[in-house]
């Protein structure tokens, strides 16, 4: 499988519809609102994710709701995650599909969370973390100080309730750095401010990376003018985007690239940069 991982708020559903625009070109932005209709085009090609309790529901004899803890999830993954690949793989456009994930390239109580039998490649988009900061908080429903504390707590995750499966970021520097680091499978790895400032030649290098069938600089730049931020917003005004949270009034919030400058309190933005600033350096965030 072809994944998608990153940081959450990083870019990730981003590039998910950006690379669905690609794989069918009759797709509008209002398809992309509801991607999970089960009557939309999109509802088999999209919405697959590391996440998704079917596949791990389909290999335990007892209720999640009943076992669900991290360390159940992490001893049915593997299983869950050949289930996945094989449900995926009856998508349209199969070879063009990006499976979601925010999970860290890590282990839970010594079994890893990702294994090459099942990982073909990993696009990895990363975003600078005081804008994520911004954007997670509005997601969450937390305030600042609280999501950046989040963002640098080892131990960090996120769901885990009835309806969710846990995510393992833990801390921003360490989600950034574990899949940068990871030389067992190919990792493509683009910054969120390369996909803002130049959208073509940042998704022709995914669909380079990706292998996409019949590559051009004007396929990708007819998929990229359908996942417009702009549209996006607009698309969403009318139907609400079935990844947003009760938290939020808009998924797709503001799209800025320096928009931290303006919310983030001095202090905190200090903070961010002295938990995360070797990191940061490294990516050209400071």
């Not at 529901?57 to 289930?83: C, D, H, K, N, Y």
Request: glycine share 6%.
């Amino acid at each position: 499988m072809n994944f998608v991982v990153s940081y959450p708020k990083s870019g990730n559903t981003w590039t998910r519809l950006t690379n669905a625009a690609y794989a069918f070109d009759d797709v509008e932005p209002e398809d992309f609102m509801q991607f999970d209709d089960e009557d939309g085009k999109l509802s088999r090609f999209i919405g697959w994710g590391d996440l998704t309790l079917y596949p791990y529901q389909s290999v335990s004899p007892f209720p999640l709701s009943e076992i669900g803890t991290l360390s159940t999830e992490a001893r049915l993954r593997p299983a869950a995650m050949l289930v996945l690949s094989r449900e995926a793989g009856q998508s349209p456009s199969d070879d063009l599909v990006l499976v979601k994930s925010h999970h860290s390239r890590c282990a839970v109580n010594g079994i890893s969370l990702w294994n090459p039998a099942w990982v073909d490649r990993v696009v990895n988009p990363v975003r600078d973390p005081r804008e994520v900061c911004c954007s997670f908080a509005d997601h969450l429903g937390k305030s600042y100080e609280e999501t950046a504390e989040l963002m640098n707590d080892p131990s960090g995750q996120i769901g885990g309730d009835e309806d969710t499966l846990h995510h393992v970021l833990t801390t921003w520097s360490g989600h950034v750095r574990s899949w940068i680091e990871y030389e067992e499978v190919p990792v493509h790895t683009v910054r969120y401010e390369y996909m803002k400032t130049d959208p073509v030649e940042a998704f022709y290098g995914i669909f380079e990376f990706l292998d996409a069938p019949d590559l051009s600089k004007e396929r990708v730049r007819q998929a990229v003018e359908k996942t417009q931020f702009e549209k996006l917003k607009e698309a969403e005004e009318k139907r609400e985007f079935t990844e947003s949270t009760d938290h939020q009034d808009n998924f797709f919030r503001s799209g800025e690239l320096d928009g931290w400058k303006d919310e983030l309190p001095f202090d905190l933005a200090r903070k961010i940069e002295e938990d995360h600033g070797e990191v940061m350096e490294a990516l050209g965030y400071l």
